[in-house]
């Protein structure tokens, strides 16, 4: 009497195409969450540079000015002297737009969500809020993280400052 045994698993070639083909889908799956993720920064960016606009504009209908970024004359704006590379306020590096919060207008002065970069753009690829307020107005923005753009929240591309504000 011969016994047959049947095989009832599966072929290595077979277990193979099914783990290369697991392996395929879960890195097109998370190559979209990572595009989730930067619109999802950047959603955020927007949010807190909508929440830090609205308080320098309540500081500005307060004071009348709004404080220079290399030591300031505006009156509410303590000893705020926070210019960094260029005479620019970055988040990334510190004491951020601190005088929105010593006026009492802000309870915490939001940062960037990656909140890396080291100064002036640079180097390309890496995040932080800014601000500036120079003789031709204050400046307010930031890179949005999912296409590289520069956003504008006081300011424009063609004169950097905002005119319609004093700064001192």
Not at 110 to 126: L, Q, R, S
Request: charged letters at 15%.
């Amino acid at each position: 009497m011969v016994i047959k045994i049947k095989n009832k698993g599966f072929t290595l070639i077979e277990l193979l195409v099914v783990i290369a083909i697991i392996g395929i889908l879960s890195s097109v799956v998370l190559a979209s969450l990572n595009t989730v993720r930067a619109k999802a920064r950047d959603a955020k960016r927007a949010e807190e540079m909508h929440s830090i606009y609205l308080a320098i504009n309540l500081y500005y209908d307060q004071y009348g000015c709004l404080p220079g970024t290399t030591g300031s004359s505006c009156a509410g704006a303590g000893s705020y002297s926070e210019g960094n590379a260029g005479g620019w306020d970055y988040s990334s590096q510190g004491g951020f737009m601190t005088f929105l919060k010593t006026a009492g207008f802000i309870s915490n002065v939001p940062v960037d969500p990656i909140n890396n970069m080291t100064g002036d753009g640079n180097p390309a690829g890496t995040y932080s809020f800014r601000y500036y307020c120079y003789s031709y107005g204050p400046h307010l923005g930031y890179w949005r993280e999912s296409d590289g753009a520069y956003m504008y929240v006081l300011g424009n591309s063609a004169t950097w400052g905002d005119n319609s504000y004093i700064c001192k």
